[in-house]
Structures are given as structure tokens and as C-alpha cells.
């Protein structure tokens, strides 16, 4: 409700799901649908055989937040990854209700150095990459649902970039950081608002590329966050060969639409909204 007038998104889908409301975008997408049953993804039970639908009930929209996102850790289960990725992307599709699924920039290579299109061929190179682009599968073969890429997550909470940063910015006096990956750094609450954005405007089921606007390196990303913390904190720009990460990642993964997507923010806008929220703005 907004000065008394009736939500017609919440007409329309008066009972939503959100899984992984634990997490960092479960938590944006828990603020922007006040109504949803957000539940964690451990309540879910989603690596189970149990009956899904027993435990969530009939639901009208179920937003798909659970995912396992440990870029690194990925690499050494495969297997685990999937179960949560992939077979647990099915489970939620298996309800037979409207799926909007999170996924990735990394189902791309990062040979392009233009912006990626929905239409662009992906090429994952890691086990993250492969199982998030195996999950997209089940929600667009289903007709009724939305597959939401979008890339470099940061929120108030959880594990994400921003916070480590402000976290070893306010400690020590220099930290290394990548300086050969380019991608779109995205505000959670700004793509929460954007998934709203989508349904209101009844797009049609499908891929879509929802990132913040504009892009950086991890070093430049690293270096916005100290400037607009105010912390003495340096970056020395490293390769990722010299920080060596189990995991490979694309070089470039900046996200564009081509399909009328919403336009977010710029992910400067993003950051101080986020650095604000955590009473980390200068």
C-alpha cells in the first residue's frame, strides 16, 4: 500500500516465495515484497528429496535467491554446487508457479569487450559459471518464468566485496586487488527494484540482463570504496595470475539488455546508497 492506494503488484501475485532470505539479495528482495514468505534456503530443505510443496504451500510468484555463490569453494564440490544450483533451480520450478531465477555474468568467457547481450553465446569457465548457466535452463524451458543475469553483487549484509574492503581498509594500510576484470558493480536493493520493475511492467517470460549502469575494475571499485569511506587505505593493482584464485573468471562481463530491461542506477550510486545504509559514507 502507498498512500492508501491498493499494490497491483501484490494483487497480482499474492503469494510469493522468496528463497535464500538469508542472504544478501533475499534480504532486498524481502524489503521491496514486505508481503513474500522469505525463508532462508536451509528451511527449504532444497538439497532434500522431501516434498517442496508440502512446505511452501501453492504460491502465486516464487523469487529464486538460494543459490550457492562461493566462487572459489565451487571449484572443489561440483557436485554439491549443482545440487543446490541446478537440482535445487528445479525443485522451485517443479511448484508449477511463476519463477523469477538470479543468475550470472559469469556464464560468460570474457572474450567480448563490448557489453553482453541476452543473445550473446555464454561460455562459463568455472564450476559456478557452469552450474548458474545449467540453472537458467529449467525456469526458461518452463514458458512461465523470468532468468534475471545480473553482475557483482554487494548489500548491507552477507559476504560481499564492499564490506570486506571496508573491513581491511579500516586495518591495514594497502590491499591488493585485481586490475584486469571489468564488470558492472550491482546494489542489491537497486536490482530488487529492478526485478519489481520488470514484473510491473508485465515483460514477457524470459532472459533478461538487469546490472548497474556504467562499470570498473575490482581495484576501481576498491578505490571508490575508500574514497567515499574516507579511508587511508591504497590499492596495489595486481593481475589475476599474480593473485592466483582457484576459480578462472571472465575478463570482462559487463551486462547490457537488449530486450527493454529496467535501467539500474550507476554502481557509484549504488555504492554510496549501500556505504549509507551501513553507516560507512563519509
Keep these: 500500500m502507498e498512500h492508501g492506494q491498493p499494490d497491483p503488484l501484490r494483487a497480482r501475485f499474492a503469494r510469493v516465495l522468496i528463497t535464500g532470505a538469508a542472504g544478501q539479495l533475499?534480504?532486498?528482495l524481502a524489503e521491496e515484497f514486505p508481503w513474500a514468505d522469505a525463508r532462508?534456503?536451509?528451511r527449504l530443505g532444497l538439497l532434500s528429496f522431501g516434498d517442496l510443496r508440502g512446505v511452501v504451500g501453492d504460491q502465486d510468484l516464487v523469487l529464486?535467491?538460494?543459490a550457492f555463490?562461493?566462487?572459489d569453494l565451487a571449484e572443489r564440490d561440483a557436485r554439491g554446487v549443482a545440487a543446490v544450483n541446478v537440482l535445487g533451480t528445479r525443485r522451485v520450478v517443479a511448484l508449477g508457479a511463476p519463477v523469477v531465477s538470479y543468475s550470472t555474468d559469469y556464464v560468460f568467457d570474457g572474450e567480448k569487450r563490448e557489453p553482453y547481450l541476452e543473445s550473446d553465446e555464454p561460455g562459463p569457465l568455472c564450476v559456478y559459471g557452469t552450474t548458474k548457466l545449467e540453472?537458467?535452463?529449467?525456469?526458461?524451458e518452463s514458458g512461465k518464468g523470468w532468468v534475471i543475469r545480473s553482475s557483482w553483487l554487494f548489500g548491507w549484509t552477507g559476504e560481499n566485496f564492499v564490506r570486506t574492503m571496508l573491513r581491511l581498509g579500516a586495518g591495514?594500510?594497502?590491499v591488493r586487488v585485481v586490475d584486469d576484470q571489468r564488470g558492472s558493480p550491482t546494489f542489491v536493493g537497486h536490482l530488487a527494484r529492478g526485478?519489481?520493475?520488470l514484473l510491473e511492467r508485465g515483460l514477457e517470460p524470459g532472459l533478461y540482463h538487469l546490472a548497474a549502469g556504467g562499470d570498473c575494475t575490482w581495484a576501481e571499485l576498491a578505490e571508490a570504496i575508500f574514497e567515499e569511506a574516507r579511508l587511508p587505505c591504497r590499492v596495489v593493482r595486481v593481475t589475476s595470475e599474480e593473485l592466483g584464485r582457484p576459480a578462472r573468471r571472465p575478463m570482462y562481463s559487463v551486462l547490457r539488455s537488449e530486450r527493454g530491461a529496467p535501467a539500474l542506477p550507476h554502481w557509484r550510486d549504488g555504492l554510496r546508497e549501500c556505504l549509507d545504509r551501513l553507516g560507512a559514507l563519509a
Design 135 to 140: 540453472g537458467e535452463a529449467p525456469v526458461l
Design 40 to 42: 532462508p534456503r536451509e
Design 26 to 28: 533475499g534480504t532486498a
Design 172 to 174: 591495514q594500510p594497502e
Design 64 to 66: 529464486h535467491a538460494a
Design 69 to 71: 555463490t562461493h566462487v
Design 195 to 197: 526485478t519489481r520493475e
